[in-house]
């Protein structure tokens, strides 16, 4: 009995999981950030670098996680949150400096929502991760989580056209679209670049869309279950 104590490993205390190599990555992401938002109009160019290099991070600490075994809940959801809270504080920033604001807005509401539903019907599943999507019947849906590859260019499509409106602004009352358009026809590399990133940004809001109403449903059918129960 006494061996079989010996053998077992040892029950990582709490404070080893909070530094643990991923977790302490987020946490340099959280101040790189709130830096980063503070000289946003101050100083433009390096807050597009320390927001990029920061969603760049995003990779880095779950690499760390399965590399070094450092997989974890919290920081699964430090994780999501920091990308959710700096996506939005940029889009409200956009929102300030485009006509019409309510279109940044807008994508906004639409990210965090369905990520919550999103997060709320796997756990009603029982899943582990809102990644799991092999039951999904849409195939789009099961391509943008089944497919590593395809899902980074979405999300780095998404963020690299925030970054590049957000330096394409010359004022306070820009219009988007007159923006876009003449971005898009100039023939410069910045062409190019919107472009590409026009295409993965739509694809990951048509997923968000998908997502949120296959979340939906899930709560309601758990909702329907639940008053069926005796």
Do not use: A, M, Q, Y
């Given at each position: 009995m006494a061996n079989n104590k010996m053998s077992r490993p040892r029950k990582p205390g709490r404070l080893s999981v909070y530094l643990y190599i991923p977790n302490i990555i987020g946490y340099t992401r959280v101040f790189m950030n709130c830096y980063a938002f503070a000289i946003c109009f101050s100083n433009k160019w390096l807050f597009c670098a320390l927001y990029f290099i920061s969603f760049v991070c995003d990779g880095v600490d779950g690499w760390c996680a399965r590399k070094f075994n450092q997989v974890s809940t919290f920081g699964a959801v430090l994780d999501m949150v920091t990308d959710r809270i700096s996506t939005a504080c940029l889009l409200v920033i956009l929102s300030q400096v485009y006509r019409p604001g309510m279109v940044f807005l807008s994508l906004l509401a639409l990210d965090i929502a369905s990520h919550w539903l999103q997060m709320y019907s796997t756990f009603l599943l029982g899943k582990?991760?809102?990644?799991?999507v092999k039951d999904s019947t849409n195939w789009l849906f099961k391509a943008y989580y089944g497919n590593r590859m395809f899902m980074a260019y979405c999300c780095v499509a998404c963020e690299v056209l925030y970054i590049t409106l957000f330096l394409l602004a010359q004022n306070d009352s820009e219009k988007l679209m007159d923006v876009l358009k003449s971005s898009i026809t100039e023939g410069s590399p910045i062409s190019v670049l919107v472009g590409l990133s026009v295409f993965g940004w739509a694809i990951k809001q048509l997923v968000n869309v998908i997502q949120m109403k296959t979340a939906a449903d899930i709560c309601?059918?758990?909702?329907?279950?639940?008053?069926?129960?005796?």
């Open positions: 582990v991760s809102h990644k799991d309601v059918l758990h909702d329907i279950n639940k008053k069926e129960r005796p």
